[in-house]
């Protein structure tokens, strides 16, 4: 018997593996109350989860408030140390919210319900009425509760679980995807200013097997083909490559495809003038680290995900994408842009335009991959059929049109939610 077949819980009861070349999840995995409640346990409550880059706090002070795995917290850069804190977003008094903007920049944080006030480092530094404690007050235990915080190459990460493995172990194999990320940028990443905010009625687990999809490119997009056509664009090459299993759940599709990319692949969207400047990078990035890898860098696309819920799509822009989801059939998803800090205005330019073209709220690609998700939840709650199959590609090494990438992510999943402890 193998240990698939021997392994009991939730996880298995929804991920079954064969018999031959199948792999079928149970939709009620996409539906049931009881199997969300159970992945805020088991799948956030015990991974390392995205929060946001270093870039957004640049100096002393500034902050950004965000969910992660469904809890308030907030990212501050410290006024004493300089260090990236992530903060519970709860006052140690009795509880309010204490950072109640998105962003900005704030020598304290004052609680708007009592006035106890937490400096950028989160101790508490101002209670009004002090007196009344009496001598028993103990400050420096009643600084704002800490999240366990580790970053990989300006990358923040937070995780709720004390027995967790250090952050690069976690990322197993994905942190040379990171890593070709950061490098074909030389290092010097920073996320554009701004966010694309959008949320859709379907399961989570739906954006995340869309996100590394290669099978419904031609279809769902036909459109973008068509107007890449129009531009003058050669769609010859089409989308060749392949997926890959990178451990703990991550995984990745790379893949050569008709666009062009900003660093660096010309196509005729990024306009004729910026054909030389595109050239020039592409020709620095062989310098720095031979044809091979700049090849890699330059050339494929890559969409990355990282278990459970980050998605970096290395494409025609990068861009960090993460979501929430607040009920089995709903998602709030958070999309940043990434770009080399200090980039030539009319690169940036088109990159945001890039960006927007395809993966905005309003380009090519998202209104149409909500709609086929939204479809699918849909199609669930008609019932008479109970599994998805996720079997392609299972008989040969994974192309960039079959599925192993998600049957990485759904491996994962169910050994995490089969978790008794
Ligand atoms: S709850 Fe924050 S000061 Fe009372
Ligand atoms: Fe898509």
Known sequence: MTETAQATGVGSEHVIEGPGLRFRVKRTAMTSEEVFRAELAKVFGRTWLYLGHESEIPNPGDFVRRPVGGRPLFMVRGAKTGAVNVFHNTCTHRGAVVCRVDKGTSKVFQCFYHA???????????????????????????????????????????????????????????????????????????????????????????????????????????????????????????????????????????????????????????????KEEIAALRAELTDKHGEEKALVMAERNRNLLIYPNLIINDIMAVTVRTFVPTAPDRVEVTAWELAPQGELPQLRQRRLDSFLTFLGPGGFATPDDLEALESCQQGFASGGVEWNDISRGMGRDPQATDEEQMRAFWRRWRVQLDATD
């Open 116 to 274: 106890w006030t937490f400096d950028s480092e989160g101790r508490l530094v101002g209670v009004p009425g002090e007196d009344a404690y009496g001598d028993d007050l103990d400050r420096s235990a009643l600084g704002l509760g800490r999240a366990r915080t580790e970053s990989y190459r300006g990358f923040v990460f937070v995780t709720f679980d004390p027995d967790i493995e250090d952050l690069p172990t976690y990322l197993a194999g994905a942190r040379q995807y990171l890593d070709y990320v950061v490098d074909s940028m030389d290092g010097n990443v920073e996320v554009v200013p701004g966010t694309n905010e959008y949320g859709f009625d379907a399961n989570w687990k739906l954006l995340v097997e869309n996100s590394i999809d290669g099978y419904h490119a031609a279809s769902t997009h036909d459109t973008y083909f068509k107007y890449l056509v129009a531009l003058g664009t050669d769609l010859s090459i089409g989308v060749t490559g392949v997926t890959k299993d990178l451990g703990n759940g991550h995984a990745v599709l790379e893949y050569q495809a008709p666009w062009g990319r900003p660093v660096a692949l010309w196509e005729p969207l990024f306009g004729e003038d910026s």
